[in-house]
């Protein structure tokens, strides 16, 4: 069964959109997660395969609706919990976290 990001072949989802893409981040956060996931892999945290993986298993509402580094922090989050970095009670906007 493919997951919602398999997309290849798919059609319906229109153009793609490159006017703004002169810089390789839209917002400082977006380099900070870009930052983390580079550090995390590097100490070997978790690896590229895992972290595919991670984006891959989002809901497909909210892949579809989430941004490249949206993605990307989700995953990150998901390996941090797995590999008992930290609990989900401890992230903030995670189900049973804090703010949740």
């Given at each position: 069964?493919?997951?919602?990001?398999?997309?290849?072949?798919?059609?319906?989802?229109?153009p793609i959109d490159t006017t703004d893409d002169t810089?390789?981040?839209?917002?400082?956060?977006?380099?900070?997660?870009?930052?983390?996931?580079?550090?995390?892999?590097?100490?070997?945290?978790?690896?590229?395969?895992?972290?595919?993986?991670?984006?891959?298993?989002?809901?497909?509402?909210?892949?579809?609706?989430?941004?490249?580094?949206?993605?990307?922090?989700?995953?990150?989050?998901?390996?941090?919990?797995?590999?008992?970095?930290?609990?989900?009670?401890?992230?903030?906007?995670?189900?049973?976290?804090?703010?949740?």
């Open positions: 069964m493919a997951r919602i990001n398999d997309v290849g072949g798919m059609t319906g989802f229109g810089e390789p981040f839209h917002a400082d956060w977006e380099a900070r997660v870009f930052a983390l996931n580079s550090a995390l892999v590097r100490e070997g945290v978790y690896n590229l395969d895992e972290f595919r993986d991670a984006v891959e298993t989002m809901p497909p509402g909210e892949y579809l609706a989430a941004s490249y580094y949206e993605r990307w922090f989700h995953a990150i989050r998901v390996l941090l919990v797995r590999k008992g970095v930290v609990t989900a009670d401890e992230l903030p906007g995670a189900p049973g976290g804090p703010d949740a």
